[in-house]
């Protein structure tokens, strides 16, 4: 027999239903008023930006007061200058710390807050990595088309060009990033500036001793004067040997590298697997600090080797 405070509570919860269900169907059925669109009320007015717009806005501001109040970005700015992406500093700030919340918070539902901690720290570490390499494809180019450029700025020479309008002519012509290099040269020289100094903070931007070169031979013959177009195929046929040599020690040392990749990837990979197919496995590491300390020796370990590798199948000449 039940007791009263049961029945009790039956009749309460059966009226709780009852009660949601009706508003349900009132809200489902009742004529609501039709609101239309902004555009369609007013279509001459500007609906605005989002709030996600909004909020993006607000958040680079902040950024951008907090790098000039510290004097900060100035060695962002020069490595998305040297990878060549038309980026502000605060915008690929903010698009750092999304992705590090991102990740962080994808670790923490994962294993816990230590592996969140470590994606974080891992994608940071991964954008300032892109940078460099995107940074090193830009500076190879612009090594192999440099001789073509000098060619190119040689003949223009002895058409009867000055020197301005032969790096005008090889801005114009040549393909990224000689293109924009050289356009940057001639702005900077028509806002006022000093050739020499042009070509030389190009040439230290783009970390080119061949390039440095070029600025050396183009300085001296200002200033002693002689044919600079000749100076220039010779300056042209070195740097086409050194290209040429280049070319023949990138080939030899590929199968090191892939080896290097290859090496460095399959931790990450095999972790990947058992964290997927076994993650009682991969728990055992967060639930003592034996297991902690283990992970932290593994990533000195890991650095060790990536350095080591970096060293082996780094050449430089």
Known sequence: MSSPLASGTVTFGVAACTVALLIGLYL?????????????????ADAGPSALTSATEVATGLIDNVLRR??????????LERAGL??????????VCAAALAAAAAGFLLLGPLLGIGMALL????????????????????????DDSLQLLASSLRAGHSLLQALDSVSREADEPTAGEFSRII?????GRDLGLALDETGARLQSEDF???TQAIAIN?????????????????????????????????????SAIVLMALP?????????????????????????????????LLIVGALWLRKVVSFKF
């Open 28 to 44: 489902v059925l009742a004529p609501w008023p039709v609101r239309l669109p902004r555009e369609r009320r007013r279509p001459g």
């Open 70 to 79: 510290r004097g900060g970005g100035n060695a962002v700015a020069a490595a």
């Open 86 to 95: 038309r980026v502000g500093v605060q915008d690929f700030i903010l698009l």
């Open 123 to 146: 994608v940071a570490l991964m954008a300032k990595v892109g940078l460099a390499v995107l940074a090193g494809r830009r500076q190879s180019k612009f090594a192999d088309q440099l």
């Open 187 to 191: 702005n900077e020289t028509r806002m």
């Open 212 to 214: 440095l070169w070029v």
């Open 222 to 258: 200002r200033e002693v004067g002689g044919n600079l177009a000749e100076v220039l195929d010779g300056v042209g046929h070195t740097i086409r040997e050194r290209n040429q040599i280049r070319r023949q020690v990138k080939a030899l040392s590929a199968e090191g590298k892939l």
């Open 268 to 300: 990450f990979g095999i972790l990947a697997f058992l964290a997927l197919s076994n993650p009682a496995y991969i728990a055992k590491f967060t639930q003592s600090p034996i297991g902690y300390g283990l992970m932290g020796v593994a990533g000195v």
